[in-house]
């Protein structure tokens, strides 16, 4: 069972950053893949990264590339999106996942793969 906590949310002007974080309560934690989703009002949970048990390796939604960045502390079982150069359609619920890193990250990229969920933390972005 994996317990995981968003917060960092909150309101942003077009061009500016924040940063996400997700706490973890496992004894495992480098065991999991971990990824953000986000879901805006009235559209579908969408992928935004992924990120490795042992964080070398990632993938992000084209969107975001260049802007985003997704990383891990294994040592202190959390997860962290830093989100630069912020748009108003970044706009939405932030929720961490978790599902075991041995699937693969190609695999997991998908939300229907993941068990384990936060309980979200919202990003809005102002023009």
């Known amino acids: 069972q994996v317990q995981l906590v968003e917060s960092g949310g909150g309101l942003a002007q077009a061009g500016g950053s924040l940063r996400l974080s997700c706490a973890a309560s496992?004894?495992?934690?480098?065991?999991?893949?971990l990824a953000w989703f986000r879901q805006a009002p009235g559209k579908e949970r969408e992928f935004v990264a992924v990120?490795?048990?042992?964080?070398?390796?990632?993938k992000y939604q084209d969107s975001v590339k260049g802007r985003f960045t997704i990383s891990r502390d294994n040592t202190n079982n959390t997860m962290y999106l830093q989100m630069n150069n912020l748009k108003p359609e970044d706009t939405a619920v932030y929720y961490c996942?978790?599902?075991?890193?041995?699937?693969?990250?190609?695999?997991?990229?998908?939300?229907?793969?993941?068990?384990?969920w936060g309980q979200g933390t919202q990003v809005t972005v102002s023009s």
């Open positions: 990120i490795s048990g042992g964080g070398s390796a990632t």
């Open positions: 496992t004894r495992a934690f480098s065991s999991y893949g």
């Open positions: 996942a978790a599902a075991p890193a041995s699937w693969g990250l190609d695999y997991i990229m998908e939300s229907r793969r993941y068990d384990y």
